[in-house]
């Protein structure tokens, strides 16, 4: 979860602040952009969460064996 909860945060960053002029002469850790990453990170955690209680067989939390022997398919 932590991999998707991190690009899906960088993406809603990235689109919020496309259109921001660019700017050399301050540092990147302005106030405005901590309060633009702290939103994502809110938003991210609410579709996250979301996503997790209503829709759980997309993030299985289990590693389940897709392929079982039988004794048709194992070669003698």
Sequence with gaps: MGPS????TCLIVAIRTAKWPARRD??????????EIHYATNVASRVMTMLIGKYESIFPSAKKPWYQDNEEVVPK
Aim: proline share 7%; glycine share 8%.
């Design 26 to 35: 301050t540092p990147l850790s302005g106030t405005e952009l901590n309060d």
């Design 5 to 8: 909860l991190l690009i899906e």
